[in-house]
Protein backbone atom coordinates (compact mmCIF):
# COMPACT_ATOMS: atom_id res chain seq x y z
CA UNK A 1 0.00 0.00 0.00
CA UNK A 2 1.27 3.48 -0.77
CA UNK A 3 0.48 6.61 0.93
CA UNK A 4 1.21 10.19 0.35
CA UNK A 5 4.05 11.81 0.88
CA UNK A 6 9.82 -11.44 15.79
CA UNK A 7 11.52 -12.60 15.95
CA UNK A 8 12.27 -14.36 12.76
CA UNK A 9 13.43 -18.20 13.13
CA UNK A 10 11.53 -18.85 16.65
CA UNK A 11 8.27 -20.19 14.59
CA UNK A 12 10.92 -22.37 11.97
CA UNK A 13 12.18 -23.93 15.34
CA UNK A 14 9.33 -25.19 16.94
CA UNK A 15 8.09 -27.02 14.22
CA UNK A 16 10.99 -28.81 13.44
CA UNK A 17 0.23 -0.75 -9.17
CA UNK A 18 3.83 -0.02 -8.71
CA UNK A 19 5.53 4.07 -8.35
CA UNK A 20 6.90 5.36 -11.46
CA UNK A 21 10.34 5.78 -10.10
CA UNK A 22 13.43 4.38 -12.09
CA UNK A 23 15.79 1.95 -10.48
CA UNK A 24 19.10 2.89 -9.77
CA UNK A 25 21.50 0.29 -8.82
CA UNK A 26 22.09 -0.60 -4.74
CA UNK A 27 25.39 0.52 -4.37
CA UNK A 28 24.33 4.27 -4.17
CA UNK A 29 23.01 3.02 -1.26
CA UNK A 30 25.36 0.58 0.66
CA UNK A 31 27.50 1.51 3.38
CA UNK A 32 30.72 2.94 2.44
CA UNK A 33 32.53 0.32 5.10
CA UNK A 34 36.10 0.27 5.49
CA UNK A 35 36.34 -3.20 5.49
CA UNK A 36 34.50 -5.89 3.28
CA UNK A 37 31.45 -7.46 5.50
CA UNK A 38 28.62 -9.93 5.02
CA UNK A 39 24.92 -8.68 5.82
CA UNK A 40 25.29 -11.82 8.08
CA UNK A 41 27.29 -14.11 9.71
CA UNK A 42 25.85 -17.26 8.60
CA UNK A 43 23.09 -18.78 6.41
CA UNK A 44 21.54 -22.00 5.31
CA UNK A 45 21.19 -22.48 1.31
CA UNK A 46 18.94 -24.72 -0.94
CA UNK A 47 18.95 -28.23 0.07
CA UNK A 48 21.12 -30.82 -1.82
CA UNK A 49 20.91 -34.75 -2.07
CA UNK A 50 23.04 -37.35 -2.62
CA UNK A 51 24.24 -37.92 -6.14
CA UNK A 52 22.47 -35.14 -7.50
CA UNK A 53 24.70 -32.51 -8.97
CA UNK A 54 24.43 -28.99 -6.79
CA UNK A 55 24.95 -25.86 -7.56
CA UNK A 56 24.38 -22.14 -5.39
CA UNK A 57 25.60 -18.72 -5.27
CA UNK A 58 26.67 -16.44 -2.92
CA UNK A 59 28.65 -14.14 -4.74
CA UNK A 60 26.54 -11.26 -4.53
CA UNK A 61 26.63 -11.37 -0.55
CA UNK A 62 29.30 -8.94 -0.05
CA UNK A 63 29.29 -5.59 0.95
CA UNK A 64 31.93 -2.88 0.74
CA UNK A 65 34.33 -1.32 0.73
CA UNK A 66 33.36 1.41 -1.87
CA UNK A 67 31.35 -1.31 -3.40
CA UNK A 68 34.78 -3.34 -4.27
CA UNK A 69 34.64 -6.62 -6.35
CA UNK A 70 35.73 -9.74 -3.97
CA UNK A 71 37.34 -12.90 -5.14
CA UNK A 72 36.06 -16.06 -2.89
CA UNK A 73 37.92 -18.94 -1.69
CA UNK A 74 37.11 -22.10 0.44
CA UNK A 75 38.55 -21.81 4.11
CA UNK A 76 36.83 -25.21 5.10
CA UNK A 77 34.33 -27.58 5.39
CA UNK A 78 33.92 -30.75 3.20
CA UNK A 79 35.31 -31.79 0.06
CA UNK A 80 32.30 -32.27 -1.99
CA UNK A 81 31.73 -28.76 -1.96
CA UNK A 82 33.66 -26.43 -4.69
CA UNK A 83 34.01 -22.51 -3.92
CA UNK A 84 35.26 -20.49 -7.22
CA UNK A 85 36.81 -17.00 -7.25
CA UNK A 86 33.04 -16.07 -8.27
CA UNK A 87 31.51 -17.28 -5.40
CA UNK A 88 29.43 -20.19 -7.01
CA UNK A 89 29.38 -23.74 -4.97
CA UNK A 90 28.94 -26.34 -6.74
CA UNK A 91 29.36 -30.45 -6.64
CA UNK A 92 28.12 -33.56 -5.83
CA UNK A 93 27.68 -34.87 -2.11
CA UNK A 94 28.49 -38.49 -1.20
CA UNK A 95 26.20 -40.63 0.77
CA UNK A 96 28.59 -39.78 3.94
CA UNK A 97 28.04 -35.89 3.45
CA UNK A 98 24.13 -36.77 4.41
CA UNK A 99 22.93 -34.42 6.88
CA UNK A 100 24.39 -30.90 6.92
CA UNK A 101 27.36 -29.81 5.06
CA UNK A 102 28.90 -27.24 6.88
CA UNK A 103 32.19 -24.72 5.19
CA UNK A 104 33.66 -21.78 5.59
CA UNK A 105 34.45 -19.71 3.12
CA UNK A 106 36.08 -16.07 3.06
CA UNK A 107 35.72 -13.45 0.81
CA UNK A 108 38.74 -10.65 -0.38
CA UNK A 109 38.36 -7.08 -1.60
CA UNK A 110 39.88 -5.52 -4.21
CA UNK A 111 41.30 -3.43 -1.62
CA UNK A 112 42.74 -6.79 0.56
CA UNK A 113 40.23 -6.40 3.24
CA UNK A 114 38.43 -9.70 3.85
CA UNK A 115 35.21 -11.09 5.34
CA UNK A 116 33.65 -14.98 6.07
CA UNK A 117 30.76 -16.42 6.38
CA UNK A 118 29.30 -19.87 7.50
CA UNK A 119 27.40 -21.89 5.24
CA UNK A 120 25.32 -24.55 6.02
CA UNK A 121 23.68 -26.74 3.36
CA UNK A 122 21.33 -29.19 3.98
CA UNK A 123 21.54 -32.86 2.62
CA UNK A 124 18.39 -35.09 1.72
CA UNK A 125 19.67 -39.11 1.32
CA UNK A 126 20.12 -40.11 -1.98
CA UNK A 127 16.31 -42.08 -1.94
CA UNK A 128 14.36 -38.94 -0.41
CA UNK A 129 12.49 -36.09 -1.53
CA UNK A 130 14.16 -32.49 -1.75
CA UNK A 131 12.21 -31.04 -0.04
CA UNK A 132 9.14 -31.58 2.71
CA UNK A 133 8.25 -28.30 3.73
CA UNK A 134 8.52 -24.65 2.49
CA UNK A 135 8.06 -21.14 3.68
CA UNK A 136 6.18 -18.50 1.44
CA UNK A 137 6.61 -15.04 2.06
CA UNK A 138 4.00 -11.98 1.21
CA UNK A 139 6.45 -8.95 1.20
CA UNK A 140 6.03 -5.42 0.26
CA UNK A 141 9.00 -3.55 0.14
CA UNK A 142 7.83 0.29 -0.19
CA UNK A 143 9.06 1.57 -3.23
CA UNK A 144 11.88 -1.23 -3.33
CA UNK A 145 12.81 0.22 -0.28
CA UNK A 146 14.78 2.91 -0.42
CA UNK A 147 13.12 5.38 1.80
CA UNK A 148 15.00 3.48 4.35
CA UNK A 149 19.22 4.14 4.96
CA UNK A 150 21.17 1.38 3.25
CA UNK A 151 18.07 -0.62 2.31
CA UNK A 152 19.82 -3.16 0.58
CA UNK A 153 22.24 -4.59 3.31
CA UNK A 154 18.84 -4.56 5.51
CA UNK A 155 16.53 -6.48 2.96
CA UNK A 156 19.24 -9.37 2.01
CA UNK A 157 19.91 -9.63 6.01
CA UNK A 158 16.28 -10.00 6.73
CA UNK A 159 15.68 -12.36 3.88
CA UNK A 160 18.51 -14.93 4.45
CA UNK A 161 17.52 -14.47 8.36
CA UNK A 162 13.97 -15.48 7.57
CA UNK A 163 14.57 -18.82 6.02
CA UNK A 164 12.20 -17.73 3.47
CA UNK A 165 12.35 -20.75 0.55
CA UNK A 166 10.02 -18.38 -2.00
CA UNK A 167 8.88 -14.78 -1.62
CA UNK A 168 5.66 -12.65 -3.25
CA UNK A 169 7.45 -9.14 -3.47
CA UNK A 170 5.42 -6.16 -4.14
CA UNK A 171 6.44 -2.70 -4.94
CA UNK A 172 9.76 -3.68 -6.78
CA UNK A 173 9.45 -0.52 -8.43
CA UNK A 174 9.25 -1.36 -12.11
CA UNK A 175 11.60 -4.65 -11.86
CA UNK A 176 15.08 -3.54 -10.70
CA UNK A 177 14.37 -4.18 -6.81
CA UNK A 178 13.48 -7.94 -7.12
CA UNK A 179 16.10 -8.30 -10.08
CA UNK A 180 18.81 -6.99 -7.38
CA UNK A 181 17.83 -8.73 -4.34
CA UNK A 182 17.58 -11.88 -6.75
CA UNK A 183 21.01 -11.41 -8.07
CA UNK A 184 22.40 -10.89 -4.35
CA UNK A 185 20.66 -13.64 -3.11
CA UNK A 186 21.92 -16.32 -6.19
CA UNK A 187 18.03 -17.25 -6.82
CA UNK A 188 15.83 -17.39 -9.66
CA UNK A 189 13.48 -14.17 -10.64
CA UNK A 190 10.21 -13.06 -12.47
CA UNK A 191 8.84 -9.57 -12.55
CA UNK A 192 5.68 -8.19 -14.19
CA UNK A 193 6.46 -4.41 -15.82
CA UNK A 194 5.55 -3.04 -12.72
CA UNK A 195 5.12 -3.57 -8.82
CA UNK A 196 5.17 -7.73 -8.17
CA UNK A 197 7.58 -10.11 -8.96
CA UNK A 198 8.52 -13.37 -7.27
CA UNK A 199 11.67 -14.60 -6.10
CA UNK A 200 12.96 -18.20 -5.41
CA UNK A 201 16.05 -20.07 -3.85
CA UNK A 202 14.48 -22.98 -5.75
CA UNK A 203 14.23 -23.37 -10.37
CA UNK A 204 11.68 -21.86 -12.04
CA UNK A 205 10.20 -24.49 -14.53
CA UNK A 206 8.10 -22.05 -16.57
CA UNK A 207 6.50 -18.08 -16.08
CA UNK A 208 2.61 -18.10 -16.95
CA UNK A 209 3.44 -14.24 -18.02
CA UNK A 210 1.55 -10.95 -16.44
CA UNK A 211 -2.38 -11.01 -15.69
CA UNK A 212 -2.88 -7.46 -15.10
CA UNK A 213 -1.07 -6.52 -11.73
CA UNK A 214 0.11 -10.03 -11.00
CA UNK A 215 1.19 -13.44 -12.83
CA UNK A 216 2.30 -16.44 -12.29
CA UNK A 217 4.59 -19.52 -12.53
CA UNK A 218 5.98 -23.13 -11.94
CA UNK A 219 8.68 -23.81 -9.45
CA UNK A 220 10.89 -27.40 -9.02
CA UNK A 221 11.19 -28.06 -5.72
CA UNK A 222 12.75 -31.79 -6.38
CA UNK A 223 15.76 -31.12 -8.42
CA UNK A 224 16.24 -33.93 -10.88
CA UNK A 225 13.97 -36.49 -9.77
CA UNK A 226 11.62 -37.99 -11.72
CA UNK A 227 9.07 -37.37 -9.44
CA UNK A 228 8.27 -33.64 -10.17
CA UNK A 229 7.50 -32.48 -7.26
CA UNK A 230 6.48 -29.03 -8.00
CA UNK A 231 4.26 -25.84 -7.01
CA UNK A 232 2.25 -23.11 -9.13
CA UNK A 233 2.79 -19.78 -7.44
CA UNK A 234 1.18 -16.42 -8.52
CA UNK A 235 1.91 -13.11 -6.89
CA UNK A 236 -0.51 -10.01 -7.04
CA UNK A 237 -0.47 -6.21 -6.14
CA UNK A 238 -4.02 -4.54 -6.45
CA UNK A 239 -4.61 -0.68 -6.90
CA UNK A 240 -4.38 0.85 -3.07
CA UNK A 241 -6.59 3.96 -3.70
CA UNK A 242 -9.43 4.78 -2.55
CA UNK A 243 -8.61 2.36 -0.01
CA UNK A 244 -11.79 1.20 1.87
CA UNK A 245 -11.76 1.62 5.42
CA UNK A 246 -11.25 5.25 5.11
CA UNK A 247 -14.70 5.35 3.99
CA UNK A 248 -15.98 3.65 7.40
CA UNK A 249 -13.30 4.52 9.89
CA UNK A 250 -13.19 8.46 8.88
CA UNK A 251 -16.04 9.20 6.43
CA UNK A 252 -18.58 7.39 8.31
CA UNK A 253 -19.70 5.31 4.94
CA UNK A 254 -22.23 2.85 4.80
CA UNK A 255 -21.74 -1.24 3.94
CA UNK A 256 -23.32 0.20 0.16
CA UNK A 257 -21.05 2.87 -0.30
CA UNK A 258 -17.34 1.05 0.99
CA UNK A 259 -18.42 -1.27 -1.25
CA UNK A 260 -18.95 1.07 -4.19
CA UNK A 261 -15.59 1.96 -3.26
CA UNK A 262 -14.18 -1.19 -3.95
CA UNK A 263 -15.51 -1.68 -7.39
CA UNK A 264 -14.31 1.98 -7.72
CA UNK A 265 -10.31 0.85 -7.13
CA UNK A 266 -10.23 -1.65 -9.95
CA UNK A 267 -9.53 -4.16 -6.80
CA UNK A 268 -12.25 -6.60 -7.46
CA UNK A 269 -11.87 -7.12 -11.20
CA UNK A 270 -7.78 -7.15 -10.59
CA UNK A 271 -8.36 -10.54 -8.54
CA UNK A 272 -11.08 -12.00 -10.12
CA UNK A 273 -9.00 -11.71 -13.49
CA UNK A 274 -5.97 -13.43 -12.14
CA UNK A 275 -8.20 -16.06 -10.67
CA UNK A 276 -9.78 -16.62 -13.73
CA UNK A 277 -5.91 -17.18 -15.20
CA UNK A 278 -5.56 -19.77 -12.50
CA UNK A 279 -8.99 -21.49 -12.98
CA UNK A 280 -6.85 -24.38 -14.46
CA UNK A 281 -4.54 -24.88 -12.24
CA UNK A 282 -6.82 -24.64 -9.31
CA UNK A 283 -8.61 -27.50 -10.26
CA UNK A 284 -5.92 -29.55 -10.71
CA UNK A 285 -4.21 -28.20 -7.41
CA UNK A 286 -3.98 -32.42 -6.18
CA UNK A 287 -1.93 -32.46 -9.11
CA UNK A 288 0.29 -29.43 -8.73
CA UNK A 289 -0.79 -27.44 -5.14
CA UNK A 290 -1.23 -23.68 -5.53
CA UNK A 291 0.01 -20.52 -3.91
CA UNK A 292 -1.09 -16.91 -4.06
CA UNK A 293 0.64 -14.20 -2.58
CA UNK A 294 -0.26 -10.48 -2.59
CA UNK A 295 -1.00 -6.97 -1.00
CA UNK A 296 -4.35 -6.67 -1.37
CA UNK A 297 -4.81 -2.94 -0.09
CA UNK A 298 -7.98 -4.13 1.86
CA UNK A 299 -8.70 -6.36 4.71
CA UNK A 300 -10.44 -9.68 4.98
CA UNK A 301 -14.25 -10.80 5.73
CA UNK A 302 -12.61 -13.41 8.18
CA UNK A 303 -10.72 -10.45 10.00
CA UNK A 304 -14.37 -7.85 9.99
CA UNK A 305 -16.37 -9.91 12.04
CA UNK A 306 -16.70 -7.87 15.35
CA UNK A 307 -17.60 -4.34 15.28
CA UNK A 308 -14.91 -2.26 13.69
CA UNK A 309 -15.34 1.61 12.94
CA UNK A 310 -19.04 1.39 13.61
CA UNK A 311 -19.37 -1.87 11.25
CA UNK A 312 -20.18 -5.80 12.50
CA UNK A 313 -18.94 -7.32 9.96
CA UNK A 314 -17.95 -6.99 6.14
CA UNK A 315 -17.43 -9.43 2.96
CA UNK A 316 -14.22 -7.69 1.66
CA UNK A 317 -14.41 -9.06 -2.04
CA UNK A 318 -10.51 -9.00 -2.46
CA UNK A 319 -10.51 -11.90 0.22
CA UNK A 320 -13.97 -13.64 -0.92
CA UNK A 321 -12.67 -14.11 -4.09
CA UNK A 322 -9.91 -16.32 -2.96
CA UNK A 323 -11.98 -18.43 -0.93
CA UNK A 324 -14.62 -19.30 -3.04
CA UNK A 325 -11.55 -20.22 -5.93
CA UNK A 326 -10.65 -22.77 -2.95
CA UNK A 327 -7.33 -20.79 -1.70
CA UNK A 328 -7.28 -21.06 1.85
CA UNK A 329 -5.94 -17.45 4.14
CA UNK A 330 -3.07 -19.49 5.64
CA UNK A 331 -2.76 -16.87 8.22
CA UNK A 332 -6.12 -17.16 9.46
CA UNK A 333 -5.53 -21.38 9.51
CA UNK A 334 -2.71 -21.09 11.87
CA UNK A 335 -4.57 -17.77 13.94
CA UNK A 336 -8.41 -19.06 13.74
CA UNK A 337 -9.70 -16.13 16.59
CA UNK A 338 -9.35 -12.36 14.35
CA UNK A 339 -9.74 -10.92 17.86
CA UNK A 340 -6.89 -12.33 19.66
CA UNK A 341 -4.64 -12.24 16.68
CA UNK A 342 -5.52 -9.98 14.39
CA UNK A 343 -2.11 -10.59 12.48
CA UNK A 344 -2.30 -6.63 10.79
CA UNK A 345 0.29 -5.70 8.15
CA UNK A 346 -0.63 -1.78 7.72
CA UNK A 347 1.08 -0.19 9.09
CA UNK A 348 3.39 -1.04 11.80
CA UNK A 349 5.40 2.77 10.41
CA UNK A 350 1.82 4.72 10.60
CA UNK A 351 0.32 4.82 13.56
CA UNK A 352 -1.67 7.72 12.50
CA UNK A 353 -2.52 8.64 9.17
CA UNK A 354 0.11 10.93 7.83
CA UNK A 355 2.90 8.56 10.49
CA UNK A 356 3.09 11.07 13.78
CA UNK A 357 0.19 13.16 13.17
CA UNK A 358 -3.48 12.85 11.66
CA UNK A 359 -6.17 10.77 12.66
CA UNK A 360 -5.60 7.01 13.67
CA UNK A 361 -4.83 5.10 10.96
CA UNK A 362 -7.10 1.83 10.70
CA UNK A 363 -4.18 -1.40 11.41
CA UNK A 364 -5.83 -3.78 9.11
CA UNK A 365 -4.22 -7.02 7.64
CA UNK A 366 -4.07 -6.40 4.08
CA UNK A 367 -1.13 -8.67 3.09
CA UNK A 368 -2.04 -12.37 2.88
CA UNK A 369 -0.30 -15.93 1.58
CA UNK A 370 -2.72 -18.20 0.41
CA UNK A 371 -2.94 -22.07 -0.67
CA UNK A 372 -4.56 -24.32 -2.05
CA UNK A 373 -5.35 -27.51 1.00
CA UNK A 374 -3.19 -29.90 -0.56
CA UNK A 375 -0.67 -27.71 1.15
CA UNK A 376 -0.80 -27.96 5.14
CA UNK A 377 0.00 -24.93 7.13
CA UNK A 378 2.79 -25.72 9.88
CA UNK A 379 2.41 -22.14 10.84
CA UNK A 380 2.07 -17.96 9.93
CA UNK A 381 3.32 -15.16 11.39
CA UNK A 382 3.33 -11.42 10.60
CA UNK A 383 7.26 -10.40 10.74
CA UNK A 384 9.13 -7.03 11.01
CA UNK A 385 12.63 -6.22 12.42
CA UNK A 386 13.24 -4.54 15.18
CA UNK A 387 11.39 -1.28 16.59
CA UNK A 388 10.60 0.83 13.88
CA UNK A 389 10.32 4.44 14.18
CA UNK A 390 7.26 5.72 12.19
CA UNK A 391 6.60 7.59 9.26
CA UNK A 392 8.60 10.76 9.03
CA UNK A 393 11.53 9.59 11.29
CA UNK A 394 11.88 5.97 9.32
CA UNK A 395 14.85 6.48 7.60
CA UNK A 396 17.26 4.34 9.80
CA UNK A 397 14.77 1.93 10.69
CA UNK A 398 16.35 -1.49 10.35
CA UNK A 399 12.88 -2.46 8.97
CA UNK A 400 12.83 -1.38 5.38
CA UNK A 401 9.23 -1.58 4.53
CA UNK A 402 5.85 -0.01 5.83
CA UNK A 403 4.38 -3.33 5.72
CA UNK A 404 4.77 -6.15 8.18
CA UNK A 405 5.63 -8.96 5.55
CA UNK A 406 3.98 -12.44 6.03
CA UNK A 407 5.41 -15.68 6.34
CA UNK A 408 3.67 -19.17 6.17
CA UNK A 409 5.35 -22.62 6.77
CA UNK A 410 3.71 -25.61 4.72
CA UNK A 411 4.30 -29.36 5.26
CA UNK A 412 4.48 -30.51 1.10
CA UNK A 413 2.21 -33.17 0.30
Known amino acids: MYLPTISLLALWATLGSAASIPYTHPSKFRRQATDLYFPVQNTTLKNARV ?3 YQASVGGLTIGPKNATATFEKAGGEGWVDISAEGLISGTPATSSQGTTELDLTATADDGSTATLRISIPVRGAGEVL ?6 MSYNLWYGGSKVNEYHEKQLRFILESGA ?6 ESVDGGHAVRLAEALGWDVWQTNGSAAIISRYPVEEEYGQVGVGGGLRINLNGESADRKQINFWNVHPTAYPYGPYGFCFD ?28 SQLANSDDTPVLLTGDMNAPSHLDWVASRCGVAGFEWPTSVLPAQAGLVDSYR ?3 PDPVTMNGTTWSPIYPFNEGITGAPEPQDRIDFVYATEQLQVLGSETMLVGDPRPYSEHEDNEWTSDHRAVLTWFQLP
Open 51 to 53: GEY
Open 131 to 136: LDRLAV
Open 165 to 170: DVIGLQ
Open 252 to 279: GDSPEQVGEIEAESGRISQVASLLEAMD
Open 333 to 335: VAH
